[in-house]
């Protein structure tokens, strides 16, 4: 596994970029919460609907997205989220595509993007079929293994050989702060079950315990055949670093979110 992002800053918008897909040429980042005109908890670069952002505000963030990455705006697809594995194939721009938690497609110049903010965000790419994922990963939908159902779909609906597929894992709230309790750790030791004593370490206290995402995240791409080698992560805490990232649960329900772009080329 690659470990590590590259980070960028163009006249303070400041987003990241895997190493992997950067030497394969594909237009894609994973944004911060810098660079953009949002005010309050929402500053500075909110993309999330419904938070009490103003219509500007988005529109001005987006719009430094798309000018400084390149993207073609005007046909982006996005996903309502929620939280479950269903994957939807965008033939054609779809705005807020509903009942779904990933994307997939074959089609260029279409930017495909996921909502973040502490859930782990993952983009792959099929570097001999052309075609691109984007897939939001929250707890839910990591222990039901949503990045293997999404490699599934894409071997499914277009032939991809895992073996080709370059995945790479954002920001996301880390092994270091994604406190639980029992409810959730039994859900996780069902679905990894051998796997589970990596993922999951318990507080001294006795009643909590940690679980780290990004790693199952990882664990659900190797069991769908993704070579270790094909495999990056950025490794940074989202929580711990809320000055430069939104978290959820660093704004107790007052957050922005940030997004997880990629696009075919034309």
């Not at 839910?140 to 159902?149: W, Y």
């Amino acid at each position: 596994m690659n470990i590590g992002f590259i980070h960028h800053n163009i006249e303070g918008f400041c987003y990241l970029t895997a190493p992997s897909l950067d030497e394969c040429g594909v237009r894609h980042c994973f944004t911060t919460r810098l660079g953009g005109v949002s005010k309050a908890h929402l500053s500075e670069l909110n993309l999330g609907f419904g938070r009490g952002d103003d219509e500007f505000a988005l529109k001005e963030n987006y719009r430094r997205v798309f000018d400084c990455l390149g993207f073609t705006g005007e046909n982006l697809s996005t996903t309502m989220q929620i939280h479950k594995t269903n994957v939807a194939y965008v033939e054609k721009p779809i705005l807020r595509s509903e009942n779904c938690d990933a994307l997939i497609t074959d089609k260029p110049k279409i930017p495909l993007m996921s909502y973040c903010a502490d859930c782990v965000p993952i983009l792959i790419y099929d570097r001999r079929k052309n075609c691109a994922a984007t897939c939001h990963s929250g707890w839910r939908g990591t222990a039901s293994k949503i990045a293997l159902v999404t490699v599934q779909r894409m071997k499914s609906l277009f032939g991809s050989d895992p073996e080709d597929l370059l995945c790479a894992i954002g920001p996301s709230i880390g092994k270091c702060c994604f406190e639980v309790m029992d409810d959730v750790v039994d859900i996780f030791k069902e679905s990894f079950n051998e796997f589970s004593q990596e993922l999951i370490k318990e507080d001294d206290d006795g009643i909590h315990y940690r679980i780290n995402l990004q790693k199952a995240v990882a664990l659900a791409l190797y069991e769908a055949g993704i070579p270790d080698e094909n495999l990056s992560m950025a490794d940074e805490c989202t929580l711990c670093h809320n000055d430069l990232y939104f978290s959820s649960r660093g704004g107790k329900k007052l957050f922005g979110a940030m997004g997880a772009f990629i696009e075919l080329k034309g």
